[in-house]
C-alpha cells in the first residue's frame, strides 16, 4: 500500500510518519506551503521555514522521500477568503476546519491523484469500518481529540484517511519521539492557526483587516468604558485582553456595524450564555442524516462535550437544545455531533 503522508515539523505528524515506516508501508512525505513570504515578512520570519527544516530533518533520519507542494493559491482561495469574510461580518470562524477538509484532504487529494491509496495525519482521530461505511471516531485522548476539526470531512475523503497516532495519549506520543530519536523531539506543541503555529490568530485579523478604533460599552448600562481596536479581535463571550480595570469582563455581545463591543461583569448573560442555537451548512460524514434526534455535541474543541436534541427545521437547518447553558456560543464557530464515539458531521452555528 503507498501511503501519503503529510508531515509539518511537528512532533505528532513525525511520529505517525516513522510509525508507518515500521509497519513496511510505502511512504512518500509532503510538506505543504500554503504562504507567500512576503505576506508573512511583519514577523521579520517566515514561520514554515522553520517547520520545514525540522519536516527534512525528520525525513532524512527515517529514509523517506518528502516533496514540497506549493499551495498559497489554494489556501487562499479555500480557506482564507473565508475566515476574513466571517470575521468581518462579526462572526467567528474556524479556519482549521476548513484546512482539513478543502486543503489536505481536499486539494491535496486532488494533487496526488491515484498514485497513492491513502492519505496518513497526524491527527488524533481513528477510523473504523461500520455496516459498510468507514466512520470516524474519537481518540483515547478526549483532550486532544481532533475528530472536531475533520468532522467537515466527506465519506470519501474520511475513507482515504489513515490516523497512525490516534490509538495513542499525548504523552505516549511523546515517549515515542523519545524512542525514534526524532531531530525534533523536545519541539513545543503549535498554538496558532491552521499550518501557521508560530501566528496567533489576532496577528492574522491585524495583517488583512487592521486596526478600527470603536467602543467598549457596559452591557447593562450602557456606559462607555473604552475603546477598542476592532470587533474583529473579539468574540462572545470571551474574558482576555480587554485592557480594562476592575474585571473580570467579559463580552456579551458585539454590534459589527457600528464597532461596538459590549462587555459585562457577568460570566452568564441572555446574549453570551445559551442551551440553545440553530445550525445550518450541515455536513454528515455518512452522506446521510443521524437516526435519532438525541446526540453528543460539541461546541468547540476540547473534551467538553454535551446531550443535545436535535430537530430539522426549514432548509434543512437543525434546532439544537443542549442538556446545559453554555457561556461563548457565537455566530460561525462550529457544532460538531457524535452518536457515542462515532463523529457524525456537524455545521456552522447561525
Known sequence: MKIAALVSGGVDSSVALRLLKDQGFDVTAFYLKIWLADELSFLGECPWEDDLSHARAVCQQAEVALEVVPFQREYWERVV???????????????????????????????????????????????????????????????????????????????????????????????????????????????????????????????????????????????????????????????????????????AAKNPEANEVFISHLEHTELSTRKSFEVGNLNWISGKSPATNTLRVKVRHGAGIYEAEIQVIKDGRLSVALNDHDRGIASGQFAVFYDDNICLGGGVIL
Not at 478526549?142 to 504523552?171: H, M, R, W
Not at 526524532?182 to 490568530?201: E, H, M, T, V, Y
Open 81 to 251: 477568503g473565508y475566515t476574513i469574510e466571517e470575521a468581518k461580518a462579526g462572526r467567528t470562524p474556524n479556519p482549521d476546519m476548513l484546512c482539513n477538509a478543502r486543503i489536505k484532504f481536499g486539494a491535496f487529494y486532488d494533487y496526488i491523484g491515484k498514485n497513492f491509496n491513502k492519505v496518513a495525519t497526524g491527527h488524533y482521530a481513528l477510523t473504523e469500518e461500520c455496516n459498510g461505511l468507514t466512520c470516524l471516531k474519537t481518540s483515547p485522548d478526549l483532550i486532544k481529540d481532533q475528530t472536531y476539526f475533520l468532522s467537515q470531512l466527506s465519506q470519501e475523503q474520511v475513507s482515504k484517511a489513515v490516523f497512525p497516532i490516534g490509538q495513542f495519549k499525548k504523552e505516549e506520543v511523546r515517549k515515542l519521539a523519545q524512542k525514534y530519536n526524532l531531530p525534533n523531539a523536545g519541539r513545543k506543541d503549535s498554538q496558532g492557526i491552521c499550518f501557521l503555529g508560530k501566528i496567533p490568530f489576532d496577528q492574522f485579523l491585524e495583517y488583512h483587516l487592521g486596526i478600527k478604533s470603536g467602543k467598549l460599552i457596559d452591557y447593562e448600562t450602557g456606559k462607555v468604558l473604552g475603546e477598542h481596536n476592532g470587533f474583529w479581535y473579539f468574540t462572545v463571550g470571551q474574558r482576555r485582553g480587554l485592557g480594562l480595570s476592575g474585571g473580570p469582563w467579559y463580552v
